[in-house]
């Protein structure tokens, strides 16, 4: 009999992974914009583009905890099956 999973199905903390890597990339990307005023001597962007920087370590934090979910759901299905 094959496994239980489905080939489509996602894992317990992949969305969560998914989704940090997208929330960090945007803060990425905010970071790149505001950097970009400074090295080109032009009017730098208002203080909240700052704040959008910030996002990318949002983003880490939210892939790291997916990343502890699908090891706790492994360690559970390890133990299940022993």
Known sequence: ??????????????????????VFFVGALATLVTVAPLLLDTTPFPTYMFGLSMLMG????IAGAG?????ADGRRQARGSS
């Open 1 to 22: 009999m094959r496994d239980k999973t489905q080939p489509n199905s996602a894992a317990a903390g992949e969305r969560l992974i998914r989704a940090g890597a997208l």
């Open 58 to 61: 949002v983003g880490f934090l």
């Open 67 to 71: 990343v502890f979910r699908s090891i």
